[in-house]
């Protein structure tokens, strides 16, 4: 081959993977740039006065704790101001997961671990539209979630009691496919992996899948490593103890980490 021609069509492919990646990077930043936005007012007053009902609550629950699986269970009571201060989302958490749901347009959202509700708050609110479902092993919390939410008139929430082991097949036969899918209930690295598998059958184009405490532990971050390993995941970011999925065939596989 002439040595120019060559020279040619390697500047071209060299320019196209550059395109390929400044296509990625792009959208890396425009989504990074959504991640940290204000919420409206309206919805942040809402989060507020949920949040601050649950911060001055000294009302004393027996929790139920199945620890990282379902083979420790441990109860003890708590205030629920406590159980709100050690195990509910923080802001900056709130905000991110808020502004994906918002980012993605989501309709069908799937929470693992609803506790106080904190968190299905948050991705309740970025649609009132959506439909939210969301598990918990704990019959007391979930009392106290779903008492608020009720106070709150947040309709787009549907609360399934009981063990993951049975409620998230449940959950998963309830629509075609999620666009969002928070895991927060089980820290336990063969119980992530086989929940994410389940909910891999649920995805569509546009599915992300968010992950908390991935640095939780030696097991959570394992986890975190072999997910991120599938074929099927087309994009990962990492930020503070939050890891996140697109599964966007348009994406090229390549991992962020934004803190």
Not at 168 to 177: N, Q, R, Y
Not at 192 to 198: A, E, G, V
Request: glycine letters at 4%; hydrophobic letters at 40%; a positive charge.
């Amino acid at each position: 081959m002439n040595l120019k021609i060559y020279a040619s069509r390697t500047f071209l492919f060299i320019l196209h993977l550059q395109k390929i990646n400044f296509f990625v990077d792009s959208k890396a930043l425009e989504i990074k740039k959504n991640l940290f936005k204000e919420i409206a007012p309206d919805k942040k007053k809402l989060i507020f006065s949920f949040s601050k009902l649950l911060s001055q609550s000294n009302q004393l629950i027996e929790t139920l704790d199945l620890g990282k699986g379902s083979t420790i269970t441990y109860v003890r009571k708590r205030k629920v101001s406590e159980i709100a201060k050690n195990s509910s989302v923080s802001k900056k958490i709130g905000k991110i997961i808020h502004n994906l749901s918002k980012f993605n347009r989501a309709k069908n959202i799937l929470e693992i671990g609803t506790s106080l509700g904190m968190s299905t708050v948050y991705l309740s609110t970025a649609d009132m539209s959506s439909k939210v479902i969301t598990l918990e092993g704990c019959e007391n919390t979930s009392n106290i979630a779903l008492n608020n939410f009720n106070r709150f008139n947040l309709d787009n929430i549907n609360l399934i009691k009981g063990n993951f082991s049975y409620t998230l097949d449940e959950a998963l036969e309830k629509t075609d496919s999620f666009d969002i899918i928070f895991f927060d209930g089980n820290h336990s690295k063969k119980d992530t992996i086989d929940y994410f598998y389940k909910c891999l059958k649920k995805i569509n184009q546009k599915s992300i899948f968010i992950f908390d405490d991935i640095n939780w532990s030696i097991e959570m971050n394992s986890a975190w490593d072999q997910i991120v390993k599938n074929d099927l995941v087309t994009l990962s970011f990492t930020f503070l103890r939050v890891g996140v999925l697109f599964f966007n065939k348009d994406l090229k596989n390549k991992n962020y980490n934004f803190l």
